[in-house]
């Protein structure tokens, strides 16, 4: 059995990560790192985190070989994947 990560009405955000996360070492003050918002929608009941994952990997913004970064804070979930070939 698939555990279901979402709720009905919970927010959930599509950020584009930058091709290189880090460079050097930051010494405890930290790196800034440009994220792109490029999508939020309310989440919907009896989602798994492939589920998820294969809704994103649907829209028209994903692009082949860029990393992309979900999070919905209300549920606790993050995950990443790479954008791949889409038809």
């Known amino acids: 059995m698939t555990k279901q990560i979402l709720q009905n009405e919970t927010m959930v955000f599509v950020y584009e990560l930058p091709k290189k ?10 790196q800034q790192i440009p994220f792109l918002n490029v999508d939020w929608f309310n989440g919907f009941d009896g989602v798994t985190e492939m589920d998820l994952i294969n809704h994103v990997k649907s829209k028209s913004y994903i692009k082949h070989g860029q990393t992309y970064l979900i999070l919905s804070p209300e549920n606790a979930i993050s995950c990443m994947f790479v954008g791949g070939h889409t038809s």
């Open 21 to 30: 996360l880090s460079s050097g070492f930051c010494f405890g003050s930290g």
